[in-house]
């Protein structure tokens, strides 16, 4: 078990440029997510994949925003045309649901380093 | 809606002084309630997390934390804090359903002092 990895670890863009980020998970981790962190706060939600599924995407995630999972393994968050008030650290966290099933569940969130990323 | 509060955004202890970290929650039902200690510039590690049975839940590095339900609390307390203490603490409530995403507060930073 090697944990939750991400890279890069930090970015820096210019604004207006496209970046993406990749997340690998706990090997066998069914659920993976993704969290956005700025200055001085907690982590926000902004999406939920299920094996290859995204389930569930936030308010917080623009049209700018995708996020793919296409083997249910890694996972990558990409931003199109950044701007300076996407600069933020991104989350990703995997957990194995013990539910068997789209109930809810009590599989605790494990997370990765983070990828910084600072738009110019 | 659910939600999170830590009333204390930043505070300052001595090196072998006993801490509590206060957490406010606020959910309809059982909550799941967890508590993550971040270092600077890295990722969230568990400490602990509450979902059902003895309401004094114990973690790891010395920490333990308090479910109670009649107050809407759940404080993270260690008895006797080290310099390596220092970091910021999240409480955060699952926040249920088939998704069970975290809901966090904003944090508190912990200093601790020689």
């Known amino acids: 078990d090697t944990g939750v990895s991400q890279d890069p670890r930090h970015k820096i863009t210019k604004r207006g440029q496209n970046v993406t980020f990749r997340c690998d998970p706990i090997?066998?981790?069914?659920?993976l997510y993704w969290y956005r962190q700025t200055l001085g706060q907690g982590p926000e939600f902004l999406t939920y994949?299920?094996?290859?599924?995204?389930?569930?995407k936030s308010r917080l995630l623009s049209d700018r925003f995708s996020a793919e999972r296409p083997k249910g393994s890694f996972s990558t968050l990409e931003i199109q045309r950044t701007e300076q008030g996407d600069s933020a650290m991104y989350l990703c966290?995997?957990?194995?649901?013990?539910?068997?099933?789209?109930?809810?569940?009590?599989?605790?969130?494990?997370f990765g380093p983070g990828t910084r990323l600072t738009v110019l | 809606a659910q939600s999170v509060t830590q009333p204390d955004i930043h505070i300052t202890v001595s090196e072998g002084a006993s801490l509590e970290l206060r957490c406010n929650y606020s959910?309809?039902?059982?909550?799941?309630l967890f508590w993550y200690v971040q270092s600077p510039g890295q990722g969230l590690q568990l400490l602990l997390k509450?979902?059902?049975?003895?309401?004094l839940v114990q973690g790891i590095k010395g920490f333990e934390a308090e479910f109670k339900r009649s107050q809407s609390s759940f404080n993270l307390r260690k008895p006797s804090v080290h310099w390596s203490d220092a970091a910021e603490y999240f409480c955060?409530?699952?926040?249920?359903?088939?998704?069970?995403?975290?809901?966090f507060g904003t944090g508190t930073l912990l200093a601790v002092q020689p």
């Open positions: 966290a995997s957990s194995l649901s013990n539910s068997g099933s789209l109930r809810a569940s009590t599989d605790t969130q494990y």
């Open positions: 090997s066998e981790h069914n659920r």
């Open positions: 994949f299920q094996n290859e599924a995204q389930l569930e």
């Open positions: 959910y309809g039902a059982t909550p799941y």
């Open positions: 509450y979902f059902s049975g003895d309401t």
């Open positions: 955060a409530v699952g926040a249920g359903g088939a998704t069970n995403k975290l809901i």
